[in-house]
């Protein structure tokens, strides 16, 4: 079990920025890599960020490249996703995911993931 909490979440204007935080519980930590997910009102649940166990390496599908970026702090058991010039489109449940990583693969399928958190609303209007 590695429980994860995300928060952060909020209301913003078009423009604006949002960091949120994911905090995991365990000693193992650093053997996950780690994600982001989004979920929107109606819509499938999508990939928005990806961090290796290191954080030496990310990747972002191209909707939020340049927009968001994620980061992580082994030392603190924590993985950040900070997230500027947002959109009205960019309203979705938030979640980060963990998935235990030997090689350093990339993860970008829900289904690949073991541990979720809760979740954390952003809402960003026009």
């Known amino acids: 079990q590695v429980p994860l909490v995300e928060s952060g979440g909020g209301l913003v204007q078009a423009g604006g920025s949002l960091r949120l935080s994911c905090v995991a519980s365990?000693?193992?930590?650093?053997?996950?890599?780690m994600g982001w997910f989004r979920q929107g009102s109606g819509k499938e649940r999508e990939f928005v960020a990806g961090?290796?166990?290191?954080?030496?390496?990310?990747y972002y599908p191209d909707s939020v490249k340049g927009r968001f970026t994620t980061s992580r702090d082994n030392a603190k058991n924590t993985v950040y996703l900070q997230m500027n010039s947002l959109k009205p489109e960019d309203t979705a449940v938030y979640y980060c995911?963990?998935?235990?990583?030997?090689?350093?693969?990339?993860?970008?399928?829900?289904?690949?993931?073991?541990?979720w958190g809760q979740g954390t609303q952003v809402t960003v209007s026009s």
């Open positions: 365990g000693r193992t930590f650093t053997n996950y890599a």
């Open positions: 961090i290796s166990t290191t954080g030496d390496w990310t």
């Open positions: 995911a963990g998935v235990i990583d030997y090689s350093g693969g990339r993860y970008i399928f829900p289904s690949q993931y073991d541990y």
